[in-house]
């Protein structure tokens, strides 16, 4: 979280392992030891404590791997982070070259990374460590040799950095190259906080994301919602939990196997 040495040796002696801080109480702390500091230290501070509190806890399962695009945001709240390959492809499509011969290159190069995302895919089926190994000369030949045309070596070089979150999929098969339905998923709350421009309250904010997340659940699961709320609200419990579904159609997918494999 870019905290110095200084800063992590000092914070273990201000807080107690043992007690669960709220906000305001974790302020009073940092308001004793930090007061001469700008607030970027006391954020990342925060940011740190929280991830760490997030990892300790056993109310609920620690999730060990995110697909996301790479928006710093997602950075450290899981051990391992998969990027997504449709978004790190809208990074070449900026790209504008003004001369034929570049045109061409970043076709070529185009196809070949549909190429390999295409083979991405089909490992996905079939995982072996003998194909990751040439999926991942693939990429290195792909992104690491160059090009002649200045603007497209440049961006392969950044893709290049990200190669072990980009081939993620090569030691968890599970996961999908994409995070489409993630984003999807989260559209119909964007809408709505644009449409109202956001709640009001805290509160407010809240009912929003728990029954938005509840609607968007039950639509993946393919559950009548306003049947589930009027079974839950009169008590009958008929129909089963979103969790048992869940769980129930998780089992075929095998989602844990990778995992599993390396403990």
Known sequence: MGVSQKWRRLLPTLLSGEQTYTEPQLDEVLDAHLPKYGGNLRKRVKEALAIAAYRSQSTYPVVKLLLCDDAPQFNGLTRQLALCWIHEYRHYK??????LA???????????????????LAY??????AKADVL?????QLFGQPSGYQQLDERKA??????????????????????NPAELG??????????????????G????????TLVGTANKLGVNIYQYFRDRIALTNVLPS????????????HLGTSWAATT
């Open 94 to 99: 900026q790209l504008t070259p003004r001369f």
């Open 158 to 179: 950044l893709t290049l950095a990200k190669k072990d979150a980009l081939l993620m999929v090569l030691s968890h098969p599970e996961i999908l190259l994409h995070n």
């Open 242 to 253: 979103l969790a048992s579904l869940i769980h129930e159609r998780a089992a075929p997918l």
């Open 102 to 120: 570049h045109c061409d290159l970043l076709k070529g190069f185009s196809q070949a990374f549909w190429q390999l995302y295409q083979d991405l």
């Open 186 to 203: 989260a559209r119909q709350r964007v809408r709505k906080r644009d449409v109202s421009l956001q709640a009001r309250t805290t509160e």
């Open 124 to 129: 996905r089926d079939e995982p072996s460590e």
């Open 205 to 212: 904010i809240t009912a929003w994301d728990t029954f938005q």
């Open 136 to 140: 991942r000369a693939a990429f290195d």
